[in-house]
């Protein structure tokens, strides 16, 4: 027997339940005058905000970073939106570097990683930060080519190694802690198992672009590294997509508290078209001269990296309708509370902008310029309110409780015991405040 929203799901969103509370005869302004006077007035402490960090606070930076670079990239070029994208990446990478000092200071502090590791919910954003450092280095690159500056194109191609390693160990430990310790079941299943994969289809798009910076032997080592990247991150992606469609027609949509998990398939099936493309581009300019002896290698990997761009973007464009539908009928059903599953809209939209985007480029078609435009323009609103409203929360200290995270550690570690090794997932009460 199936339910609409299963007692013991674990889908997760990548944040706090966060529904102000309901403060009779006193007006909203003196609220909001007690919020701005009161900082982190919900924590008992200063110090529970390092406590209270977790992994999906790096879907911030993966949000921020890809806007930014949209932005940068207007089909409609107009040179204010060239600085107002550069603002948003100098903005992300502040973010980057103030959320790595903090997670690394908690990591250090309370020496929990390997609880983290092991919870279905808290293990699956860890995927989260080598897709943020991805999306700087693509703002390094793209934003400050025209500037010839020669340090770039290093720095670039050392924190690309340094992101690849990430991503691999990401698509290697976590789906193992998966399969030999952590409990899930297809009625359980949640989006974010895809997290930990993804990376490897950032790196190689994120490989393409710092190609572009680089000729010769170069070049060709980093764009042959990222079309393993993509083929390795993109088929296991495809699998967990075609699970987890399986899961929502048996088991239907996920709460509302995670609903806005129901666009993170988009994310695997975007940038896949948007990095497949782009290596394609890249192979094109570098191969011929480097591999004489395979003749029209580049010319083939082109229009293959168009025609599989298509049909890629063309499979993201049904699940981003999908999405949205599902998002329109839930809201429609009642309101959705606030939580860091809400930055799980920007990324995965974001690379379906990027690839028609890339497409537009590729066959100057107007139907993807216009359609391109028309999404930054939409995303950009919609970034700028989740933005406004994570900060709003993180303010009062809602987003920073230590309470939510210590209890899905204390739950793991007692479903992890021999003693409770038949229990049942995580109950969605608990598992919603992450994700």
């Not at 990430?166 to 359980?188: A, D, G, N, R, Y």
């Not at 997290?195 to 798009?205: F, G, K, Q, R, S």
């Not at 390795?232 to 609903?259: D, H, N, Q």
């Not at 839930?330 to 902008?353: D, E, Q």
Request: glycine content about 6%.
């Amino acid at each position: 027997m199936t339910s609409r929203h299963p007692a013991n799901h674990t889908d997760v969103s990548l944040g706090f339940d966060s529904r102000p509370p309901l403060i009779k005869s006193v007006s909203s302004a003196a609220l909001i005058k007690h919020y701005i006077r009161h900082p982190m007035h919900k924590l008992e402490s200063k110090s529970d905000i390092v406590r209270g960090l977790n992994p999906a606070w790096y879907t911030v930076t993966m949000g921020t970073g890809s806007v930014g670079i949209l932005i940068h990239n207007f089909p409609y070029q107009w040179s204010p939106l060239r600085y107002i994208g550069m603002a948003i990446a100098l903005f992300n990478l502040f973010l980057f570097l103030v959320i790595s000092v903090l997670f690394v200071i908690r990591l250090v502090k309370y020496r929990d990683f390997y609880d983290i590791l092991m919870s279905p919910q808290l293990s699956m954003p860890l995927g989260a930060l080598p897709m943020g450092l991805s999306t700087l280095i693509s703002s390094l690159v793209i934003m400050l080519a025209r500037y010839d500056l020669h340090w770039v194109p290093t720095l670039a191609l050392v924190l690309w190694c340094i992101d690849v390693a990430l991503s691999v160990l990401s698509s290697m430990i976590i789906p193992f802690t998966v399969f030999s310790h952590q409990k899930h079941t297809l009625e359980t299943m949640s989006a974010t198992l895809l997290l930990p994969v993804v990376p490897n289809i950032v790196a190689a798009t994120a490989g393409a672009i710092v190609a572009s910076a680089y000729t010769g032997n170069t070049a060709t080592v980093i764009i042959l590294i990222s079309y393993v990247l993509w083929g390795m991150g993109m088929g296991i992606a495809m699998m967990l997509v075609t699970a987890y469609l399986i899961r929502l027609t048996m088991f239907k949509l996920p709460p509302k508290e995670s609903m806005a998990s129901m666009l993170i398939p988009l994310g695997p099936l975007g940038q896949s078209s948007y990095g497949i493309q782009q290596l394609g581009v890249q192979a094109l300019r570098v191969f011929p001269s480097e591999f004489p002896q395979i003749e029209y290698l580049g010319n083939m990997l082109y229009g293959i990296g168009f025609f599989f761009g298509l049909l890629l973007w063309a499979l993201a464009s049904w699940w981003l309708t999908l999405g949205i539908y599902s998002a329109i009928y839930t809201r429609v059903r009642g309101p959705v509370p606030f939580n860091l599953g809400w930055w799980a809209l920007i990324f995965p939209v974001s690379t379906f902008v990027s690839s028609s985007n890339s497409l537009w480029g590729i066959t100057k078609f107007t139907f993807f310029r216009v359609l391109a435009a028309a999404l930054i323009v939409s995303l950009f609103l919609l970034w700028l309110f989740v933005l406004l409203r994570t900060i709003w929360y993180a303010w009062s200290g809602e987003l920073f409780k230590p309470d939510n995270v210590d209890r899905l550690v204390t739950l793991e570690n007692k479903s992890s015991s021999p003693s409770t090794s038949a229990c049942t997932p995580v109950n969605s009460r608990d598992a919603s405040v992450i994700v």
